[in-house]
C-alpha cells in the first residue's frame, strides 16, 4: 500500500514557526517519525510539502493511478483552496485531513476547512501523531 503525505505552506518551519502552537519538533522530525510508523504497518510511504498551492494541486493530479491514500494537512490553504479540494475530488484518492493544532479552538476563520468536504476523516489537535492516526485509519479502511 502507497501513501503519500503531503503538507502546506510553512510547514517547513515546524520547530521554528509558533513553537507554543506547532511544538518544537522539525519537519525533518516529523518525517522521520511517520518513515518509522510506516515501515512498522509495511507501508510504502513518499512526502512532498510546497508553500505553492498549484505545486500541491499538480502532486495530487501526478498521485492518480500510483497512490492508494493521501495523509494531507493543507496549512493556510485549508481555509481557502477550492483548487486543492477539486484535484481531491478529481484523483478520487481517499484521503485524510491532518492538523496539528486544533483548528476549531483557534481564530474563527480557521473553522471552515474546504479539504473537509472530501477528506473521509479530519484529525485536528493531535500534534504529530495525528499524521500517524491518520495513516493507520487509510491502512484500515483501504
Ligand atoms: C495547520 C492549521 C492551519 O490553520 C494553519 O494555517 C497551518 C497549520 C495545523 O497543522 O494546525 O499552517 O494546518
Given at each position: 500500500?502507497?501513501?503519500?503525505?503531503?503538507?502546506?505552506?510553512?510547514?517547513?518551519m515546524l520547530g521554528i514557526r509558533e513553537p507554543d502552537i506547532y511544538g518544537k519538533d522539525t519537519y525533518?522530525?516529523?518525517?522521520?517519525?511517520?518513515?518509522?510508523?510506516?515501515?512498522?504497518k509495511n507501508v510504502e510511504v513518499s512526502f512532498f510539502q510546497s508553500n505553492h498551492e498549484g505545486a500541491i494541486v499538480d502532486e495530487i493530479q501526478a498521485a492518480y493511478g500510483k497512490i492508494?491514500?493521501?495523509?494531507?494537512?493543507?496549512?493556510?490553504?485549508?481555509?481557502?483552496?477550492?483548487?486543492?479540494?477539486?484535484?481531491?475530488?478529481?484523483?478520487?484518492i481517499p484521503t485524510v485531513e491532518v492538523h496539528i493544532s486544533d483548528i476549531n479552538t483557534r481564530e474563527e476563520f480557521r473553522k471552515h476547512s474546504y479539504v473537509s468536504l472530501v477528506a473521509k476523516k479530519t484529525i485536528?489537535?493531535?500534534?504529530?501523531?495525528?499524521?500517524?492516526?491518520?495513516?493507520?485509519?487509510?491502512?484500515e479502511t483501504i
Open positions: 500500500m502507497k501513501i503519500l503525505v503531503i503538507n502546506g505552506p510553512n510547514l517547513n525533518a522530525g516529523l518525517l522521520n517519525i511517520i518513515k518509522a510508523h510506516c515501515e512498522k492508494d491514500g493521501i495523509v494531507i494537512n493543507p496549512a493556510a490553504y485549508t481555509h481557502t483552496s477550492v483548487a486543492i479540494l477539486d484535484a481531491l475530488k478529481a484523483v478520487g485536528a489537535g493531535h500534534g504529530f501523531v495525528g499524521y500517524l492516526e491518520a495513516v493507520d485509519y487509510l491502512v
